[in-house]
């Protein structure tokens, strides 16, 4: 069976990876491998203390934090290097700390089907010496952070497969084939982003989902001990998440204004830096700094889909990720390989519909 998929985001990589252990299957990535928003990505697994009301949100988001358990062990049992993974903790932080107990309570109903919680406590921030401007948070110990493009480049080797690079034109074929860059394939997977409208309008299709530009830098300190501090979530778009060797990282920007633009917005950056200063004052001391942007994906009424195409059989798709794409699109991906090779995954795609989102022009 020949399959192709279009994305090397993190669904498309993880699909690529889990395919690769499936016998009899033939696989092409395609990636025009610009604006990627997993690329530009340093994530935080921490999805248990959200209020949203969207029951299935949250039960994807529930079970993507605790794939990322099965994923990194198949990753190390296949000889590849894990360290784009930490369970290094998380501080969540309120401007009204008060609400933290009510949070904290909120928190500890999950415990039960979410251990992967860890430790659950307040505590003072004299324990936490590194940052400053606040005075309590709330901890939960199995919060991680990942790097997004180190995770999906490791995915994408790891699976073996060929990866092409440029935009593409998916064209049905009579005999329910699909052609793409001049090669036939029997099913194709769709995980291209804030782009998939680009794909499938094409072919008299109505997509609902829309860009969303977002900017981080990442701050690099010489001899500073960054591997064992936890990631800091202050209320707002702000997180000032650190990796080992001295790096900091700190965004993401959420502007909903820019289209697909990739052009690094100094302004918006210092912003953020300058809000982080508040948290994390070394941020003032001599440093270097790079920046990454990309763009995430959003529905327009927030919420991620996946499944199959309706009126194109055997073109599944994932779109509309938004900021928490680390966190469900491993588990996306794995789902997504489950639907292509006809047996049950763990998400049901119709609590996901993608007639909601993408509908045939009359």
């Not at 700390?97 to 430790?119: C, F, M, N, V």
Request: glycine share 10%; hydrophobic share 35%.
């Amino acid at each position: 069976m020949k399959i192709a998929i279009v994305g090397a985001g993190i669904v498309g990589s993880t699909a690529a990876y889990y395919l690769s252990k499936e016998k009899e299957v033939e696989v092409t990535v395609f990636d025009h491998g610009l604006g990627q928003a997993t690329k530009a990505a340093a994530g935080i697994i921490s999805p248990w203390f959200s209020k949203r009301r969207n029951k299935a949100w949250y039960r994807m988001a529930r079970l993507g934090a605790d794939f990322y358990q099965e994923l990194v062990s198949d990753l190390g049992n296949d000889g590849y290097d894990k360290s784009f993974y930490d369970q290094s903790g998380v501080a969540l932080l309120k401007k009204d700390d008060s609400k933290l107990d009510g949070l904290y309570e909120h928190a500890e109903t999950r415990l039960e089907e979410s251990p992967i919680i860890g430790e659950l406590s307040i505590k003072n921030a004299s324990t936490l010496p590194e940052f400053t401007g606040f005075n309590r948070y709330l901890y939960a110990s199995g919060g991680a952070r990942v790097e997004g493009a180190e995770l999906t480049a490791t995915l994408i080797k790891a699976s073996g497969f060929e990866k092409l690079e440029g935009q593409v034109t998916l064209s049905p074929l009579d005999d329910g084939t699909y052609e793409i860059d001049g090669q036939t394939f029997d099913k194709v997977i769709l995980a291209c982003g804030a782009w998939l409208g680009q794909t499938l309008e094409p072919l008299g299709f109505e997509v609902d989902v829309r860009p969303q530009k977002g900017q981080l830098r990442d701050y690099f300190f010489e001899g500073m001990d960054t591997g064992k501090l936890p990631v800091l979530m202050p209320e707002g778009e702000l997180d000032v998440i650190p990796f080992a060797g001295g790096k900091i990282s700190v965004g993401a920007s959420h502007e909903n204004d820019q289209g697909f633009d990739l052009t690094v917005d100094e302004a918006v950056l210092e912003v953020l830096e300058e809000e982080a200063k508040t948290y994390f004052p070394d941020l003032s001391t001599d440093k270097s700094f790079s920046e990454r942007v990309g763009t995430r994906a959003y529905t327009s009424d927030f919420s991620p889909f996946f499944g199959e195409v309706p009126e194109l059989k055997n073109v599944f798709v994932a779109s509309g990720l938004g900021s928490s794409g680390l966190t469900t699109g491993p588990l996306i991906g794995k789902n997504l390989v489950d639907l292509v090779m006809n047996r049950p995954g763990n998400l049901d795609s119709t609590d996901y519909p993608v007639a909601n989102y993408i509908k045939k022009q009359d």
